[in-house]
């Protein structure tokens, strides 16, 4: 149930143009932060997201979340 809960989460937001961030995807999810993130990096192992690092002067660093071309996340709905 989680899966499907974070592959919406993660649809809604790309369609939104917004960037994927573990936070938001959670709180769009409905779902804790500690069943999030094992869940994002599953998907970037394997290779259904990827991710870089966002730096901004005076907030902690934090990851961005990609679809990576070629992957339809409808697949795990």
Same mark, same amino acid.
């Given at each position: 149930? =989680? %899966?499907?809960? %974070? %592959?919406?989460? +993660? +649809?809604? &937001?790309? !369609?939104? !143009?917004? $960037? +994927? /961030?573990? /936070?938001?995807? =959670?709180?769009? =999810?409905?779902? =804790? $932060?500690?069943?999030? /993130?094992?869940?994002?990096?599953? &998907?970037?192992?394997?290779?259904?997201?990827?991710? @870089?690092?966002?730096?901004?002067?005076?907030?902690? $660093?934090?990851? %961005? /979340?990609?679809?990576?071309?070629?992957? !339809?996340? @409808?697949?795990?709905?």
């Amino acid at each position: 149930m =989680a %899966v499907k809960a %974070v %592959v919406r989460a +993660i +649809i809604q &937001l790309r !369609d939104e !143009d917004e $960037s +994927i /961030y573990g /936070y938001e995807v =959670a709180v769009r =999810a409905g779902v =804790a $932060s500690g069943v999030v /993130y094992p869940i994002l990096a599953r &998907l970037e192992r394997e290779h259904c997201l990827s991710s @870089t690092w966002e730096h901004e002067p005076g907030r902690p $660093s934090r990851r %961005v /979340y990609q679809i990576t071309e070629g992957w !339809d996340p @409808t697949v795990l709905l």
